[in-house]
């Protein structure tokens, strides 16, 4: 199911050819606006996940934003639930910036938080803050978990 999500996003944010952080931002608000309204019923809760990591042996820095979903699925007559993400990820490698950061995580379920407070929560973050203006290299991709 991320796939079709992932695709909307691409589109909708290449079409543009968005860089800024703040740019992606609104389209991924519109994208997730939308996705809430429309009638999945296998998706049981949604909400965003946002992380600023400052980078390790594991991988370079970045920040990112991303729908967060848990689908539940029958299959033989067992019930399963997993996640999905789709992810909006900007490399930091090249910000100068990055030294000074820690790492910060936040998860908004729906089933918490109404969607303007979710957005509010993001938009008022110290990494949405600090990077809102820049325009890094964006990853765009989804993964089930």
Avoid at 66 to 73: G, H, L, P, S, V
Avoid at 127 to 142: A, D, H, W
């Amino acid at each position: 199911m991320y796939s079709i999500l992932e695709n909307r996003l691409k589109n909708s944010i290449t079409n543009k050819k968005l860089t800024l952080v703040s740019d992606v931002w609104e389209a991924f608000k519109g994208e997730f606006s939308k996705f809430k309204s429309e009638a999945y019923p296998q998706v049981i809760d949604l909400g965003i996940q946002s992380e600023l990591y400052s980078g390790s042996e594991y991988g370079p820095p970045c920040y990112y934003f991303a729908f967060y979903y848990q689908i539940k699925t029958v299959e033989d007559g067992e019930e399963y639930t997993n996640y999905e993400l789709v992810y909006c990820e900007f490399d930091l490698s090249n910000h100068k910036v990055v030294p000074e950061i820690k790492d910060w995580a936040i998860n908004l379920w729906l089933s918490e938080v109404d969607e303007i407070n979710i957005f509010k929560q993001i938009e008022e973050s110290n990494p949405f803050e600090l990077f809102k203006n820049y325009s890094p290299s964006l990853n765009i991709y989804g993964t089930e978990v």
